[in-house]
């Protein structure tokens, strides 16, 4: 019995998170036009009042035991265990202001407990079936407790239970080793001794789901919802030990009827005088949209290796190489030497970064004169991080033959620039993952990144050419100058011609970008018309519309794509930056290229910051590559930047290990040809 409620209880945990990820898609008119249409739109509050109905399936859990089932009737051996569903449908009323934690709910209606027992065997070795139908009118007054004052609630309260029917069906079976037998008749009857009234409790939890604009007097809701109704309170009979557990899931249909607010004459006389502001709304869509391009990558290796907690050993996720492969090694043949875990997402690349080790002592081995500094950092005490440093040090010297005396380590309790920062109170585990590490460093040119020292330096790039799936202009980007003045946010709506709406936003900033891939989805063409919607108090909006194709690039096509990796929160990596990108990235870049700056962060802190910051970032790096190209008396190159913050869907790495969240913390720069 204990494991059975305990699978219950769980089982409500799960939903009641399942039924807070739910998200309600909402239809919507767009304007009949293509210009700005303005109104002003009456606001009103939620209700505090709701009325509806609510619908769900119960699912019964029998225990206990039952035998003698009315006065003419004790079967020969007991039935224990069973389970069934029942159906519950009750009206409803509910009060909760919008801007309280605390509410009431109130339900009268039908409540099925209904169930069949598990088959027993007679003293005879006969089979003896039990069904029951149980049925009472429930009534269930509650507690509703928003814990964070959103759309997400719990609730608790008695539940009193009156009796409708206590009909059961029993049959017993014959003795399969006697074929002459003859099976008695079905008995169909009532229970004796049943409770005409119960008094038990439940617990639960539930989502509103906005089905009718807010801004509209009368509101709809749909509310799914899951309780539990534990064993003590409901046991049907007055004799015997049968009980039912039930695990109630569902949805309620809520309506109610907001007030209107009220404007202070002074701010309805300034709405009236005061002009809104203009905006530009426009959409550029690629003539193609291409599947994928052939892209040489300079990529950086990140100087850190991670290690595990409680570990000094190199994780098995690194390449590891024996002294029998040191001599096929390659840094142009990365391929041969995989890790043995890849997350599937951004591969290419990480073979490369899980090779630093090989690549540091290739590059050692070929450069006799470079020397390097290990500085190992451990929460631990510098012991610790001294032995990691040793672990990495024995490798090189073991397997790649460098002599110890080129090779210094030292022990810190964090490194010298690290990411768990003083005051820090959130996401500490993932911080102190990344800060438990060992730092290459080295003055040697050959070993790390031109133009950069210090002990924050990426090794020296690696150049990898690959396929690249879903490039960065394949985006649709949108943009609504003056948005920012105009609107507190903006969303768009996009419409294909059978008049399918998807819904995009909202945003703050005056650009956009969207896939073109999840607007085309697999058609190879399409017509969409696309609608900015802007909000300040009036409703703002303005219609276009585009044409867009699916296309493969020629396979002689190939881009260029360069990475600018940063520290944790950082935004002065850029500085360090800056000779590398105009002496080195900014003469690549052929005539009437695009190029396109997307800017990422990885998922520790704040989203919106994160967005803002990966945003910054990106900008950053086009203002230095067009001061490259205006000193260079070039003007045909085209810039976009984008700042993709945390966007799991975008980002270019995982975030499950600490050297996946550091390559997230970056700029990367696509140079696209001129088609």
């Known amino acids: ?16 998170i399942a039924i807070t990820g739910i998200e309600a898609r909402l239809q919507a008119q767009p304007s009949a036009t293509g210009e700005s249409k303005v109104e002003a739109l009456p606001q009103y509050t939620k209700p505090n009042w709701w009325f509806g109905v609510a619908a769900g399936a119960n699912y019964n859990i029998f225990r206990g035991t039952t035998q003698e089932l009315n006065s003419s009737l004790t079967v020969p051996t007991a039935f224990r265990h069973g389970q069934g569903f029942g159906l ?20 009268v209606g039908y409540d099925g407990r209904n169930g069949k027992f598990d088959q027993v065997l007679s003293p005879c070795n006969c089979p003896q079936n039990l069904s029951a139908d149980m049925t009472y009118i429930t009534v269930e007054p509650s507690l509703r407790f928003a814990p964070f004052k959103s759309n997400f609630y719990l609730f608790a309260g008695p539940r009193l239970a009156f009796n ?28 004796s001794n049943v409770n005409q009234m119960l008094i038990s409790m439940q617990v639960g939890a539930g989502y509103d789901i906005q089905l009718s604009s807010e801004n509209k007097k009368n509101q709809t809701v749909i509310s799914p919802f899951v309780s539990f109704q534990p064993y003590f309170g409901q046991s049907p009979r007055s004799i015997e030990t049968w009980t039912v557990t ?4 569902g949805a309620a249909l809520k309506f109610g009827r907001g007030h209107l607010i009220e404007k202070p004459a002074d701010e309805v006389k300034a709405m009236a005088v005061v002009a809104p502001v203009p905006v530009k709304f426009s959409v550029h869509s690629p003539a193609n949209i291409p599947v994928e391009r052939r892209v040489r990558e300079t990529f950086p290796i990140r100087n850190y290796v991670f290690f595990d907690l409680g570990s000094t050993e190199i994780p098995d996720r690194y390449v ?16 041969v030497f995989t890790p043995k875990r890849l997350s599937g997402r951004s591969d290419r690349q990480m073979t490369v970064y899980y090779n630093v080790l090989n690549i540091l002592g290739d590059r050692m081995q070929r450069n006799p004169n470079a020397d390097v500094r290990l500085s190992g950092a451990s929460m631990q005490g510098k012991p610790d991080g001294i032995a990691m ?9 073991d397997i790649f033959g460098i002599s110890p005396a080129r090779i210094k380590i030292e022990g810190r309790i964090k490194p010298r620039d690290p990411s768990e920062q003083k005051g820090a109170t959130l996401e500490l585990d993932l911080l102190r993952q990344g800060d438990r590490r060992v ?17 924050n330096t990426p090794l020296k790039p690696v150049e990898i050419v690959g396929v690249q799936a879903a490039p960065v202009d394949s985006y649709i980007t949108v943009n609504v100058k003056g948005a920012k003045k105009a609107f507190t946010s903006w969303s768009l709506e996009v419409r294909d011609e059978k008049g399918i709406i998807e819904y995009f936003g909202p945003y703050t900033e005056e650009d956009a970008s969207i896939p073109g891939k999840s607007i085309l989805g697999d058609r190879p063409s399409g017509d969409f018309k696309f609608t900015m919607i802007g909000q300040d108090g009036i409703t703002t909006r303005k219609d276009t519309t585009i044409h867009t194709v699916l296309w493969t690039p020629a396979k002689d096509e190939e881009g260029m794509r360069f990475t600018v990796i940063y520290e944790f929160n950082d935004s002065k990596a850029i500085v360090a930056y800056e000779k590398y990108l105009t002496d080195v990235v900014a003469p690549k870049i052929p005539k009437d290229a695009t190029v396109i700056i997307h800017g990422y962060t990885d998922t520790i802190g704040d989203e919106d910051h994160n967005q803002e910051l990966s945003y910054a970032r990106a900008n950053d ?42 390559y997230n913390r970056s700029v990367v720069i696509d140079v696209i040809p001129h088609k």
């Open 1 to 16: 019995m204990a494991r059975s409620y305990s699978l219950s209880l769980r089982n409500i945990l799960f939903s009641a």
């Open 88 to 107: 519950y449908l009750a009206p409803l009323v509910e009060y909760h202001r919008p801007d309280q934690k605390l509410g009431v709910m109130f339900q």
């Open 164 to 191: 409708l029917s206590k009909q059961f069906e029993y049959q017993q079976g014959t003795n399969p080793l006697y074929a002459e037998q003859v099976k008695p008749a079905e008995v169909k009857a009532d229970f």
């Open 246 to 249: 039930t695990l109630r899931v």
């Open 320 to 335: 590891l190489l024996t002294k029998g492969q040191v001599k096929d090694f390659k840094e142009d043949r990365l391929e």
């Open 389 to 397: 440093a040793e672990s990495i040090k024995h490798y090189l010297v």
């Open 439 to 455: 730092s290459i460093w080295s003055e040697s040119p050959a070993l790390m990144q031109e133009y950069q020292t210090g002990p």
């Open 621 to 662: 790096v086009r203002k230095i590559l067009e001061s490259a190209m205006s000193k260079a008396n070039r003007t045909d190159v085209k810039f976009e930047a984008y700042g993709f913050g945390e966007d799991q869907k975008l980002a270019q790495f995982n975030n499950n290990f600490p050297e996946e969240r550091f």
